[in-house]
Nanobody, 122 residues
Framework: QVQLVESGGGLVQAGRSLRLSCAASGIIFSINAMNWYRQAPGKQRELVASATSGGGVNYLDSVKGRFTISRDDAKNTGYLQMNSLKPEDTAVYYC????????????????WGQGTQVTVSS
């Protein structure tokens, strides 16, 4: 089984920064996409940022210019750099990857991290 372990969340004041990490383990042939989602209490889960294997990136409008998605293949780790944090960014953040497990498989599998709490005070 593929496992994703998230870290980097915490409590910060508005205007400060955090970097979330998503470390992957297990056998993965290729990653089709990496995504970061977040969910605040009583709110719908929303896609914050996504990155495709071809290098394309996309961001939720409210985080454009503040958040950056990236990865370090040597460390099997993805990141979400969050700058200029606002109270409305408060949520549990989840890493998600869409992968192929073998060279011959055309099936895309989805794996999720356990979530990490980000709390931004005003």
């Amino acid at each position: 089984q593929v496992q994703l372990v998230e870290s980097g969340g915490g409590l910060v004041q508005a205007g400060r920064s955090l970097r979330l990490s998503c470390a992957a383990s297990g056998i993965i042939f290729s990653i089709n996409a990496m995504n970061w989602y977040r969910q605040a209490p009583g709110k719908q889960r929303e896609l914050v940022a996504s990155a495709t294997s071809g290098g394309g990136v996309n961001y939720l409008d409210s985080v454009k210019g503040r958040f950056t998605i990236s990865r370090d293949d040597a460390k099997n780790t993805g990141y979400l750099q969050m700058n200029s944090l606002k109270p409305e960014d408060t949520a549990v953040y989840y890493c998600n990857i869409l992968v192929r497990l073998t060279r011959t498989s055309n099936i895309v599998h989805s794996y999720w991290g356990q979530g990490t709490q980000v709390t931004v005070s005003s």
